[in-house]
């Protein structure tokens, strides 16, 4: 799916009810947590239900659209099923957390109860059900049917996102097949030995988010001091995503621009919803999943394979000889004890993610390289 984001321009009775829905749809979201840490057993459809219990006691959930509210059981079992990934991969991950205002900005209409009306090129107005019809400012053409509206808060602006179900069309798949390591010193090592380093400025954000989180454990609970540098850190925090995003954006996008056939390891984490994203290892997670998850939809849009592999031993094993050794995680090159070869410790890995793939595929290969190939020619799109 291709989503387009863009600002909109709500008048002050729409800022108010989007603010109200905001804070209802919050309301709820912590309502269905207290539900659900009072089962012993979890039980989805009582956790829904309670939605309409809570609609006969609070008269003013009915000002916000009935499945932007039920959206927030959605949310809450994403969150949950994501910490149970983290949890897996044997992570301490403590339990969901209750929502504070900063860390609750957005909601979303599902399938239903918005449309999309476009006026010219560069303007449209967004009609939303309980909320009215606001001005959106499209900066790019939307194409495709929009099947999900999310509307965000972020700095005292709201913006809307716009999910469509067209594929990306300009994108077209290279010649290559390589094999990539993800890691923490360097975000990217192929098969080439290429490396594709973090982008500063996720760098220098996310030491200030460090040092914010530890100023504010040390402020008195329920001061205007706490509140206030909670805000700083909820804002350097979406800096964090943006940034990241965007670099994720550009990289899969160069990655699918020069390979046909692409071998990544296989990652356990499930895609975490944004504001459960607290501290520095939990980002770089999720940040692999989602890089991972942008990937796979680019690539496949393009006609290009992305293939998973197991990454056991893909850092033991000798790319050059087959040699296993012992890397434990601070020695940083491959000095085969064997064959001698010395080699940077993620490039080897991004050679067996390569070669395991293409292993598995030895059955097949054949057949995949060209009908992909033949597939691309058939539907009028030339492989490059
Ligand atoms: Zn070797």
């Not at 239900?49 to 009915?62: A, R, S, T, V």
């Not at 393009?302 to 197991?310: K, S």
Request: net charge positive; with cysteine.
């Amino acid at each position: 799916m291709l989503s387009y984001k863009f600002p909109i321009y709500p008048n002050k009775e729409h800022k108010a009810r989007l603010e109200s829905a905001l804070e209802m749809c919050r309301f709820t979201y912590n309502k269905l947590l207290e539900e659900l840490q009072k089962q012993d057993k979890i039980d989805r459809r009582k956790i829904q239900h309670k939605i309409l219990e809570l609609k006969e006691q609070n008269p003013d959930l009915d000002k916000v659209y009935s499945k932007t509210l039920q959206y927030e059981c959605y949310r809450l079992f994403s969150n949950l099923s994501a910490l149970n990934g983290l949890r897996r991969k044997g992570r301490k991950v403590g339990h969901l957390r209750f929502k504070g205002r900063d860390w609750f900005k957005s909601m979303t209409y599902n399938q239903s109860g918005f449309e999309f009306e476009k006026k010219t090129d560069k303007r449209g107005i967004i009609h939303l059900s309980k909320i009215g019809s606001i001005k959106i400012k499209t900066r790019r053409q939307v194409s495709g049917n929009v099947k999900q509206a999310v509307l965000k808060k972020s700095d005292e602006k709201w913006y809307i996102i716009l999910q469509t179900d067209s594929e990306r069309k300009d994108l077209s798949h290279g010649k290559e097949s390589i094999g990539i390591d993800l890691g923490i010193e360097n975000y990217i090592t192929d098969s080439n030995g290429t490396r594709v380093e973090n982008p500063k400025t996720l760098g220098k954000h996310m030491q200030e988010l460090r040092e914010l989180q530890q100023v504010l454990s040390r402020k008195k609970k329920g001061s205007r001091n706490r509140e206030k540098t909670r805000k700083r850190l909820a804002r350097i925090h979406e800096k964090i995503v943006n940034v990241r995003n965007d670099f994720i954006h550009k990289t899969t996008t160069e990655l699918v621009r020069k390979c046909r056939f692409i071998a990544v390891e296989k990652l356990d984490v499930k895609e975490m919803m944004e504001q459960e994203y607290y501290n520095a290892r939990n980002i770089s997670d999720a940040s692999w999943g989602r890089f991972l998850q942008t990937l796979r939809y680019k690539a496949a849009s393009a006609g290009c394979e992305v293939a998973e592999v197991d990454p056991r031993n893909t850092s033991k094993i000798c790319s050059n000889c087959g040699n296993m050794m012992d890397m434990p995680l601070h020695i940083r090159t491959y000095l085969c004890s064997k064959c001698n070869i010395n080699i940077d410790r993620d490039h080897n890995a991004a050679i067996n993610i390569l070669k395991k793939a293409s292993g598995g595929l030895v059955r097949a290969s054949a057949e995949i390289i060209n009908g992909l190939s033949v597939k691309q020619e058939a539907s009028g799109v030339s492989p490059r």
